[in-house]
């Protein structure tokens, strides 16, 4: 997956988990225990281990890294475009939808990768890296941005793109959308797979407003936040797994 995602996003490309150089590492270990005759001595198991932790360490810098400035770079256009005069055109709202679901996406890609790693190390050398090392990968930066900040910061400069076009609009916005919308209050139940939740949003966003928290000059905020999606184990462990994700959007006259 990280390899396909490489040549899928080239702006990324350098930024992924080196998950090849990772699977080598873990190779050379092997090689090492079969010199000594297929054991390692405990004292070179630690040593081993410790290694290896240093390399994730810093990978997780490198992913961390690529995430801050990443976003740093949308938000910061985001509130540019905010102040600016004129509604935004469809296609750089598209575009600037489109980096938050690539951005997303790293994030999650990249979390799954450090899961798999560890794992597969723990296989190879009968030890326990996973247990205290997918913490600190839980708790790390890229994992904790809140990504519907800026989500309802690009509802915001929908919601003027379609007031510049309602003088003149005759068809709906969306292909595939039917012009008539019910007016009465009501709610319906999507199963959104977890991979495909944040294009759901964005998608939503071109012509409903998400009930999410903005600071109060409407700015998407750059701080980290708490608020961020469990991992799939988390959920199986407190027996949560049917509940994903939940979003509530509001119609578009925020009735």
Not at 89 to 114: I, W
Not at 160 to 168: E, F, G, N
Not at 212 to 239: C, F, N, V, W, Y
């Amino acid at each position: 997956e990280i390899q396909r995602q490489r040549a899928e996003y080239p702006r990324y490309s350098n930024f992924y988990l080196s998950y090849k150089d990772l699977k080598q590492a873990i190779r050379t270990f092997d090689e090492a225990k079969a010199r000594l005759g297929g054991e390692a001595s405990s004292s070179g198991a630690a040593i081993g281990e410790h290694a290896f932790s240093e390399l994730l360490r810093r990978q997780l810098d490198k992913v961390n890294n690529c995430v801050e400035l990443q976003w740093e770079v949308i938000t910061g256009e985001l509130r540019a475009r905010q102040r600016a005069n004129s509604a935004v055109g469809s296609q750089a709202l598209g575009k600037l939808g489109q980096d938050l679901v690539t951005l997303e996406r790293f994030v999650r890609t990249n979390f799954e990768g450090f899961r798999k790693i560890t794992k597969k190390y723990d296989k190879h050398n009968g030890t326990a890296l996973s247990s205290w090392f997918m913490p600190s990968v839980e708790n790390a930066a890229f994992r904790q941005w809140d990504f519907d900040r800026p989500l309802s910061q690009l509802s915001k400069l929908y919601a003027k793109h379609r007031a510049s076009l309602r003088a003149t609009a005759t068809a709906p916005l969306i292909p595939g959308a039917t012009a008539a919308v019910s007016s009465s209050l009501g709610s319906e139940v999507f199963l959104v797979p977890l991979d495909k939740v944040m294009a759901a949003k964005v998608s939503l966003a071109q012509c409903l407003k998400p009930s999410s928290s903005t600071d109060a000059d409407g700015s998407a905020d750059q701080r980290p936040s708490k608020s961020r999606l469990a991992s799939s184990e988390q959920l199986h462990r407190s027996s949560q797994a049917q509940l994903m994700n939940c979003v509530y959007f509001d119609n578009a006259a925020c009735e």
